[in-house]
T-cell receptor, first 113, second 113 residues
Framework: QKEVEQNSGPLSVPEGAIASLNCTYS??????FFWYRQYSGKSPELIMS????GDKEDGRFTAQLNKASQYVSLLIRDSQPSDSATYLC?????????????FGDGTTLTVKP | DAMVIQNPRYQVTQFGKPVTLSCSQT?????MYWYQQKSSQAPKLLFH???????NEADTPDNFQSRRPNTSFCFLDIRSPGLGDAAMYLC????????????FGQGTRLTVV
């Protein structure tokens, strides 16, 4: 079992729809969770971070965290063609000397005009 | 603007010929990371520095070495590149270990011929 697993893509949604991206992780002591967007051939760019159970909203993006279920998701409302990219879920462990992230393989999202 | 800069953006090297990739940052972050990312895969952490403290991942091949002469710069040395080392190499920084996100440079695309 991978440490961080994302729903296999590709995911295709029409423009204006809600895109839902999911991620599960295996390490129960994980403390921080991030969503990165990566355009083809480019480096990852942070779009959301979440540390506590519940929802966190930033513009069209909402991150949801459920530590009991070891599950984190990203919702993109009013999807735009410019949102077409690979979305990487990243998880940081809970121990003190662990300034590193374990990444999922990513889910590729295509938003069709 | 404060940022993470990698040079070169593209590097072609011969099989077995040592190559060095560089990363600089103006964010004054304590932690610097090197990730390897192959096509359609998750970024894989090779090692990281917390200040001058070097932390190697257990499965990072000995062929990969790193140097951090000061806070701003970090280098990735590949002593004898093989065809399997062709990948995007990502440098990232963060403020501290634990609960924090990583800021990525643009990446260096390494081709081995």
């Amino acid at each position: 079992q991978k440490e961080v697993e994302q729903n296999s893509g590709p995911l295709s949604v029409p423009e204006g729809a809600i895109a839902s991206l999911n991620c599960t992780y295996s390490d129960r002591v994980s403390q921080s969770f991030f969503w990165y967007r990566q355009y083809s051939g480019k480096s990852p760019e942070l779009i959301m971070s979440i540390y506590s159970n519940g929802d966190k909203e930033d513009g069209r993006f909402t991150a949801q965290l459920n530590k009991a279920s070891q599950y984190v998701s990203l919702l993109i409302r009013d999807s735009q063609p410019s949102d077409s990219a690979t979305y990487l879920c990243a998880v940081n462990p809970g121990n003190t000397n662990a300034g590193k992230s374990t990444f999922g393989d990513g889910t590729t999202l295509t938003v069709k005009p | 603007d404060a940022m993470v800069i990698q040079n070169p953006r593209y590097q072609v090297t011969q099989f077995g010929k040592p190559v060095t990739l560089s990363c600089s940052q103006t964010l004054n972050h304590n932690v610097m990371y090197w990730y390897q990312q192959k096509s359609s895969q998750a970024p894989k952490l090779l090692f990281h520095y917390y200040d001058k403290d070097f932390n190697n991942e257990a499965d990072t091949p000995d062929n990969f070495q790193s140097r951090r002469p000061n806070t701003s710069f970090c280098f990735l040395d590949i002593r004898s590149p093989g065809l399997g080392d062709a990948a995007m190499y990502l440098c990232a920084t963060s403020r501290r270990t634990g609960v924090t996100e990583a800021f990525f440079g643009q990446g260096t695309r390494l081709t081995v011929v």
